[in-house]
Nanobody, 127 residues
Framework: QVQLVESGGGLVQAGDSLRLSCAASGRTFSITAMGWFRQAPGKEREFVAAITWIGGARYYADSVKGRFTISRDNVKNTLSLQMNNLTSDDTAVYYC????????????????????WGQGTQVTVSS
């Protein structure tokens, strides 16, 4: 089992930056990929970004491409999401998730293929 703990959320203004972190512990040797998802009130959980654990291949949702950067430290077992030029549309609870099996690009975009999830961290962007 893998435990994931997010941190770094908060209240910011439009145009500001924020950096989220996710610390993984437990069976971290089984991680093949990790991702960030977000869920706004009344909406479904949506893909934000993902990264393969060994190769570091990155994938982004179109809505965040060019503004967000996902990174990982597979020695410290941490995942980060640097978010720049935030808008009110980015307001949501952000979750990190871990995958232990498939690492196809298509699978990494779907929450259904992730095995473990953090508790989430709130990001609120005021306009």
């Amino acid at each position: 089992q893998v435990q994931l703990v997010e941190s770094g959320g908060g209240l910011v203004q439009a145009g500001d930056s924020l950096r989220l972190s996710c610390a993984a512990s437990g069976r971290t040797f089984s991680i093949t990929a990790m991702g960030w998802f977000r869920q706004a009130p009344g909406k479904e959980r949506e893909f934000v970004a993902a990264i393969t654990w060994i190769g570091g291949a990155r994938y982004y949702a179109d809505s965040v491409k060019g503004r967000f950067t996902i990174s990982r430290d597979n020695v410290k077992n941490t995942l980060s999401l640097q978010m720049n030029n935030l808008t009110s549309d980015d307001t949501a609870v952000y979750y990190c998730a871990e995958m232990e099996s498939v690492t196809t690009a298509q699978a990494m975009l779907s929450p259904h293929y992730y095995d473990y999830w953090g508790q989430g961290t709130q990001v609120t962007v005021s306009s």
